[in-house]
């Protein structure tokens, strides 16, 4: 079965730092998401992408978070300056229309 | 406001007991409903999930949910649950028409011997 992957599994910075996460969607699905989820608490919508662009964004996703679809396969989160409150784990999730397949997350450490 | 509630942040059951795992929703109209189970240090697996029609739907790996309008309700159930059934379950709504989830703070389930 077709699965979306998500690497790195696990990515420590220092606060300040641009990380990079990238996630590979299911081949043929064409709406895209990242999810976050901080330690002990609940799953959060990030943002969604269509057809190149936002659909849809949080109140989360502020002006530090950008993504990208850099060529016909990969899907990326940028966080430009990471702060200690960004730690979290980030899932990526893509679908044709519903539901959603998440992938298995990185969790990102900033210290 | 638009919420998703799961009241039960932690339950612990026997293996070979019955497990329901409670979801209440606020939205405008019927949304999507959605049930994902995760496993420590996994992504989000889909249980099964509610469109339209039949109010009670079959999942994966034994799990079955029941949807009930008048109380904006989608409880998950299982008859007899297994050690292996020891995760997160998340519950989750999708708005009519959106293609975003928005979950609830989930369910930690500890099933012992």
């Known amino acids: 079965e077709p699965e979306v992957t998500q690497t790195p599994s696990h990515q420590v910075t220092q606060m300040g730092q641009e990380v990079i996460l990238r996630c590979v969607p299911i081949s043929n699905h064409l709406y895209f998401y990242w999810y976050r989820q901080i330690l002990g608490q609940k799953v959060e919508f990030l943002v969604s992408?269509?057809?190149?662009?936002?659909?849809?964004k949080s109140e989360i996703f502020d002006d530090q978070f950008s993504v990208e679809r850099p060529d016909g396969s990969n899907f990326t989160l940028k966080i430009r300056s990471t702060k200690l409150e960004d730690s979290a784990m980030y899932f990526c999730?893509?679908?044709?229309?519903?539901?959603?397949?998440f992938g298995n997350g990185t969790r990102l450490t900033v210290t | 406001a638009q919420s998703v509630t799961q009241p039960d942040i932690h339950i612990t059951v026997s293996e070979g007991a019955s497990l329901e795992l409670r979801c209440n929703y606020s939205?405008?109209?019927?949304?999507?409903l959605f049930w994902y189970v995760q496993s420590p240090g996994q992504g989000l697996q889909l249980l099964l999930k509610?469109?339209?029609?039949?109010?009670l739907v079959q999942g994966i790996k034994g799990f079955e949910a029941e949807f009930k309008r008048s109380q904006s309700s989608f409880n998950l159930r299982k008859p007899s649950v297994h050690w292996s059934d020891a995760a997160e379950y998340f519950c989750a709504v999708a708005p009519t028409g959106a293609n975003n989830l928005f979950f609830g703070t989930g369910t930690r389930l500890t099933v012992i011997p």
């Open positions: 509610y469109f339209s029609g039949d109010t």
């Open positions: 939205y405008g109209a019927t949304p999507y």
């Open positions: 992408f269509y057809n190149n662009e936002i659909s849809e």
């Open positions: 999730a893509s679908s044709d229309t519903s539901p959603l397949h």
